[in-house]
């Protein structure tokens, strides 16, 4: 990776920059982010430090505002806005959310303006430029498992959205703070004590939410695709062993249609890509408990897969 | 169904498909749709997209195919099939 990472700028030149309007770049996609309050300056310094600045001039595909407060708004704790590039406000929150507001904003303009990309609502974690893509409902684990998986030697594409580009089923990596919820933030924090976490943000609309930052191995390899070998479909459920059962070719397709977030609207790129998809790769679902037991399945998996 | 008419797929659709063993998925470009398809509602539509056939003929034509005598379980089939193709915009009737 090239250029200057947030980290290298001072605090000062940090606020200077943000007040001005300062633009990210996150895996493929440019994060411009405008405000003067110093909340938002202490905000990218403590959780973005590892992210590179974009090119002076970079067409941003997201534009957010925090809006400036008058101390009146201050004084009476009103809550924070955060605006699109329309200037209309996206979301209210207390400042104590504003990183999860802020990631819940930019993920909002990803997934309805990056439509260059076949999205699908799926973490992807790869080794060695092989990725596993694990689609799944919310509560499924999929930010659990790649919060862990990597700390244990995988690369971080995506908690979220895996964006796959053309008819080589390139995907390209789209790596974010991962958003963990009630439980899992203690789930993580006992089997990663290393992690880095942001504070733990209460009362949102998921519960609790703490953000795990990825290191910065994972930033720096943002431009870097990896091919698809495996959809493992995961389900966590207290209690149980880890088990794996194939699935069959049109069920996989089924299912990635329905993670799909711009399945309608690709239409029939969609359905080839998906398509193609569905024949590059082996498709699993993976019931489990223990993080440990899945991590050692899911990479034995890949190992025969690659193997193959 | 009105004698003298045939079914023939609708070009309109412009179908694009994907196959996994009796498993068919067919996506309509003209309404953005994807259909999942059993074996016979596939093979009747591959049929009409070349022919223009009566039920009837359709039916001699999946006989040939599935090489099997008299089959009313498959006579049903076909005529289900044809009410959700119908329904579905994928054929249509024309003068045989």
Not at chain 1, 147 to 156: E, M
Not at chain 1, 221 to 240: D, K, Q
Not at chain 2, 45 to 53: D, G, Q, Y
Not at chain 2, 66 to 73: F, G, K, M, N, S
Request: net charge negative.
């Amino acid at each position: 990776m090239s250029g200057t990472t947030l980290r290298q700028l001072s605090r000062a030149a940090l606020g200077a920059r943000c007040a001005a309007g300062l633009s990210l770049q996150a895996g493929p996609f440019v994060l411009r982010i405008q405000g003067a309050d110093p909340v938002l300056a202490d905000c990218l310094h403590a959780y973005y430090p590892n992210y590179p600045l974009a090119a002076e001039g970079s067409f941003a595909d997201a534009q957010l505002t925090l809006k400036p407060q008058a101390w009146v708004d201050r004084w009476r704790d009103r809550p924070r806005q955060i605006c699109l590039e329309d200037g209309l406000a996206f979301t209210d929150f207390p400042l104590e959310a504003l990183l999860a507001n802020l990631e819940w904003s930019f993920n909002w303009c990803v997934a309805t303006h990056a439509n260059q990309y076949v999205m699908l609502h799926a973490a992807g974690v790869a080794k060695q430029g092989h990725a596993v893509l694990m689609p799944g409902v919310p509560g499924a684990g999929k930010s659990t498992l790649s919060a862990y998986l990597i700390h244990r030697g995988w690369r971080l594409l995506s908690d979220e959205f895996t964006l796959v580009r053309n008819q080589a089923l390139d995907l390209h990596a789209f790596p974010r703070l991962i958003p963990l919820k009630n439980d899992a933030i203690d789930v993580i924090q006992n089997a990663v004590p290393q992690a880095q976490f942001g504070p733990r943000i209460p009362g949102t609309r998921k519960g609790t939410v703490a953000h795990l930052r990825p290191g910065d191995e994972h930033i720096q390899a943002m431009h870097e695709p990896a091919r698809p070998r495996l959809v493992v479909f995961p389900t966590y459920e207290r209690g149980s062993a880890t088990t794996l059962t194939a699935v069959p070719a049109a069920e996989c397709f089924t299912d990635l249609t329905h993670n799909c977030f711009n399945y309608a609207l690709l239409g029939r790129q969609a359905f080839q890509m998906l398509g193609a998809l569905t024949n590059h790769v082996e498709a699993f679902r993976m019931r489990y408990s223990e993080l440990a037991s899945a991590e050692d399945t899911l990479s034995t998996l890949l190992a025969r897969v690659i193997e193959k | 169904m009105t004698q003298g008419l045939g079914w023939t797929a609708d070009p309109a659709a412009a179908l694009e498909w994907q196959h996994w063993g009796e498993a068919h998925f067919a996506f309509d470009a003209r309404s953005g749709q994807t259909h999942f398809l059993n074996e016979i509602a596939a093979a009747v539509l591959a049929v009409l997209a070349t022919h223009t056939l009566t039920q009837a003929a359709l039916y001699e034509a999946m006989l040939a195919r599935y090489e099997v005598d008299d089959d009313t379980q498959l006579l049903t089939g076909i005529v289900d099939t044809l009410r959700v193709l119908d329904r579905l915009g994928l054929i249509q009737r024309v003068a045989s």
